[in-house]
């Protein structure tokens, strides 16, 4: 997986978002008033939130091969230190595994260490480029670990542990989730069998009738009202199955362009 820098996501964002105004704009003075704007206001949701969930999945798939590394990385710290090798010369002997992309990241650390960086100094600033949640917490106690001095290999020890059983948590609650996610996708589409169904034996046969006084709505327009509610039940049922999976409600995007899309399949090949 690449590394997707912030500047990159703030372009995408930015980029996405006035192609959906526009598209939207192109909408409202071409085909306002018709059931096609609708359709534009659909692909500009789509237009504008695609680029930016697929970079977002992207940068957490980067980040959690680096989170999985991690105590690989200071397994092989501690084997070094055992030798007798410095703090330092351990980082630059990791760099030369493989440890996906966090190899890429120590080397760029050792670089700046050769330039004349402290090692303090380097750690700070490969904290704030990978910027995940481990490594936020064990960095710290790295930096406190080596002025301290002594045998920095005896804090190394416990990180690898507590890291390992994070990531084990992470992915037990990852497995638990997963019923709940697909119930989710299953209450969708449900709910478009029911349109289908309700739009095929019942409104149909009872279009330009009248009941109570009042006439039933065109099927045009009960097709309208069914394309509003599967755009709304998808994108925010996306957003639920992304809170509950993995915490985090920009990560149920890619749940909402799927419903989304699926959904608008649905209305146009069966209603």
Same mark, same amino acid.
């Given at each position: ?22 598209? $939207? ?30 970079? &977002? %999945?992207? =940068? %957490? +798939? ?35 595994? =493989? ?5 890429? !990241?120590?080397?760029? $650390? /050792? ?19 990978? &910027? ?5 917490? @064990? ?6 670990? /080596? ?6 290999? #005896? ?18 609650? #990852? ?18 069998? @029911? ?9 149909? !046969? ?14 045009? !327009?009960? +097709? ?48």
């Amino acid at each position: 997986m690449l590394k997707i820098r912030k500047s990159a996501k703030q372009i995408a964002w930015v980029s996405s978002f006035v192609l959906a105004i526009s598209i $939207m704009a192109f909408g409202f003075f071409t085909v306002w008033g018709t059931t096609v704007f609708d359709e534009f206001m659909f692909f500009a949701a789509i237009v504008a939130f695609t680029p930016p969930t697929i970079i &977002n %999945y992207i =940068d %957490y +798939k980067w980040k959690r091969e680096i989170d999985e590394h991690l105590p690989d990385l200071f397994r092989s710290i501690v084997q070094a230190q055992e030798t007798g090798m410095t703090l330092p010369r351990a980082l630059e002997e990791a760099a030369k595994r =493989d440890f996906g992309p966090l190899t890429v !990241e120590l080397r760029k $650390m /050792n670089t700046q260490i050769s330039w004349g960086m402290t090692l303090d100094e380097a750690l700070i600033a490969f904290a704030k480029r990978v &910027n995940t949640f481990l490594v936020q917490r @064990t960095i710290p106690l790295i930096i406190e670990a /080596n002025r301290s001095g002594g045998h920095v290999e #005896r804090v190394f020890d416990p990180m690898g542990k507590f890291v390992q059983s994070t990531l084990i948590l992470h992915k037990e609650r #990852r497995n638990r989730t997963r019923p709940y996610i697909a119930i989710i996708y299953v209450a969708f589409f449900v709910f478009l069998f @029911t349109i289908v169904l309700l739009f095929k034996s019942f409104f149909v !046969e009872i279009k330009g009738l009248s009941m109570l006084g009042t006439a039933v709505m065109a099927s045009a !327009e009960i +097709k309208r009202l069914f394309f509003h509610m599967t755009a709304i039940q998808g994108f925010f049922g996306g957003l639920v199955a992304g809170k509950m999976g993995e915490g985090a409600i920009s990560a149920g995007l890619k749940h909402s362009l799927v419903m989304m899309i699926c959904g608008y399949l649905a209305i146009k090949l069966f209603l």
